[in-house]
């Protein structure tokens, strides 16, 4: 095996270890960022998972071989938190080193945090929180910020255990939420532009201090860009904009949780 291949594999298995020591073998697991934050890989098996941090986009690699080509041409880096978790008997966990919380107040905590009423959790890190909505599932909660520290991942494992037959059985379910840490939450609409207008747009949104985290698909064709914005972030909707050609702002009426929609035109 090439060294580059035996450097990954450690990297693949080292962040996984973890995490999958406690999870059924046929899980995702979260592994690590490539260096320039633009994605987060997680791992079931010997399948690959590339969760794009500004789209929400998702796209599968099977094989260890084909996941260490793209490796090699997007390399990976761990989260600088490591992935800190809510292994906590408490509703808040801090780091070891004192820079990272998760706070749920109002959860209990059991084996795993749970509660029979909805629950708000936040993760912190470098005078950043970031929310999570809420919540009534039972399980754990682990944040991996970017390296950037524009982005952070929320990985939910949710367990739901039921008596069976003098035993439990369990369901388990994995959920990842990128989420940005600067700016507020702005998502793109987009109506059968190309790929390439979708990147420019993405690439003018970043240079200009914003963190889009999700694509979503527009209900009808606009021949100019329209940002929708939510009351109180009105500013912010002048300042996307000014950096998108010919957009104009309209308020925003639809329940959604991002405080700015980007519909792009033509």
Same mark, same amino acid.
């Given at each position: 095996m090439p060294s580059s291949t035996r450097w990954l594999f450690s990297l693949t298995v080292a962040a996984a270890l973890q995490t999958r020591a406690a999870m059924p073998p046929d899980l995702d697991v979260p592994i690590a960022w490539t260096k320039d934050s633009s994605a987060f890989v997680t791992q079931v098996n010997d399948v690959w998972t590339?969760? !794009?941090? $500004?789209?929400? =986009?998702? /796209?599968?690699?099977?094989?260890?071989? +084909?996941?260490?080509?793209?490796?090699? =041409?997007? +390399?990976?880096? $761990? /989260? +600088? %938190? !490591?992935?800190?978790?809510? *292994?906590? *008997? /408490? !509703?808040?966990?801090?780091? =070891? %080193?004192? /820079?990272?919380?998760? *706070?749920? +107040?109002?959860a209990s905590f059991k084996t795993v945090w749970f509660s029979d009423k909805p629950f708000s959790c936040s993760a912190k890190r470098d005078g950043v929180s970031v929310a999570l909505k809420p919540r009534n599932a039972r399980g754990r909660l682990a944040q991996f910020w970017a390296p950037n520290g524009r982005r952070v991942v929320m990985f939910l494992r949710d367990e739901r255990c039921t008596p069976s037959m003098g035993d439990f059985a369990c369901e388990y379910v994995n959920e990842f939420v990128v989420d940005r840490t600067v700016g507020p939450r702005l998502h793109l609409a987009v109506y059968g532009q190309a790929d390439d207008a979708v990147k420019k747009a993405v690439e003018a949104l970043e240079r200009a201090g914003f963190a889009p985290t999700q694509l979503t698909p527009a209900q009808k064709e606009r021949r100019a860009t329209v940002v929708y914005a939510a009351k109180g972030a009105e500013a912010e909707a002048k300042r996307v904009a000014s950096v998108l050609a010919g957009a104009t702002i309209e308020p925003l009426t639809w329940k959604t949780d991002a405080e700015l929609v980007v519909a792009l035109g033509k």
């Amino acid at each position: 095996m090439p060294s580059s291949t035996r450097w990954l594999f450690s990297l693949t298995v080292a962040a996984a270890l973890q995490t999958r020591a406690a999870m059924p073998p046929d899980l995702d697991v979260p592994i690590a960022w490539t260096k320039d934050s633009s994605a987060f890989v997680t791992q079931v098996n010997d399948v690959w998972t590339i969760i !794009d941090a $500004r789209t929400g =986009a998702r /796209s599968t690699i099977k094989g260890l071989e +084909p996941f260490t080509r793209w490796a090699a =041409a997007h +390399p990976l880096t $761990r /989260s +600088p %938190d !490591d992935g800190f978790t809510s *292994e906590s *008997e /408490s !509703d808040r966990a801090t780091s =070891a %080193d004192g /820079s990272t919380t998760i *706070e749920c +107040p109002g959860a209990s905590f059991k084996t795993v945090w749970f509660s029979d009423k909805p629950f708000s959790c936040s993760a912190k890190r470098d005078g950043v929180s970031v929310a999570l909505k809420p919540r009534n599932a039972r399980g754990r909660l682990a944040q991996f910020w970017a390296p950037n520290g524009r982005r952070v991942v929320m990985f939910l494992r949710d367990e739901r255990c039921t008596p069976s037959m003098g035993d439990f059985a369990c369901e388990y379910v994995n959920e990842f939420v990128v989420d940005r840490t600067v700016g507020p939450r702005l998502h793109l609409a987009v109506y059968g532009q190309a790929d390439d207008a979708v990147k420019k747009a993405v690439e003018a949104l970043e240079r200009a201090g914003f963190a889009p985290t999700q694509l979503t698909p527009a209900q009808k064709e606009r021949r100019a860009t329209v940002v929708y914005a939510a009351k109180g972030a009105e500013a912010e909707a002048k300042r996307v904009a000014s950096v998108l050609a010919g957009a104009t702002i309209e308020p925003l009426t639809w329940k959604t949780d991002a405080e700015l929609v980007v519909a792009l035109g033509k």
